[in-house]
């Protein structure tokens, strides 16, 4: 059975970026611009994937990691960020982030992530 994500970005391009890489692997069932939307979306569409943004408006990505995770802790959620944020890195890994790659984000490195934080490896 395939497993469902949803993408978290308050960048289209970014959005659109990563669904198109992780389409390859998971079934997008959705995508948010901010950390109110992807709870929105997550309750919704109760995702087994998610990829979230850490700095966006409204509500970031760690504190919408802290409220999702205290939801659903069985929720894979890899942050995507710039290499500048080290410290919202270890704060969102505090936080219950399974896993991190950086902007640009490069398809091989979100695949062998998720290969990492998951019990399965991902298709090429």
Wanted: glycine share 4%; hydrophobic share 40%; no cysteine.
């Amino acid at each position: 059975m395939t497993q469902r994500a949803i993408v978290v970005d308050d960048s289209s391009f970014q959005r659109n970026i990563v669904s198109n890489t992780i389409g390859n692997w998971f079934d997008v069932v959705g995508t948010a611009k901010n950390g109110k939307e992807a709870i929105e979306v997550f309750e919704a569409k109760r995702p087994d994937v998610i990829t979230m943004d850490i700095m966006m408006p409204e509500l970031n990505g760690i504190e919408s990691l802290r409220r999702i995770k205290s939801r659903s802790p069985e929720t894979t959620i890899v942050m995507v960020t710039s290499v500048s944020q080290n410290e919202k890195m270890r704060e969102a890994a505090r936080a219950g982030a399974d896993g991190y790659v950086t902007k640009p984000v490069d398809t091989e490195a979100l695949r062998e992530e998720f290969d990492d934080v998951l019990d399965f490896p991902v298709t090429r």
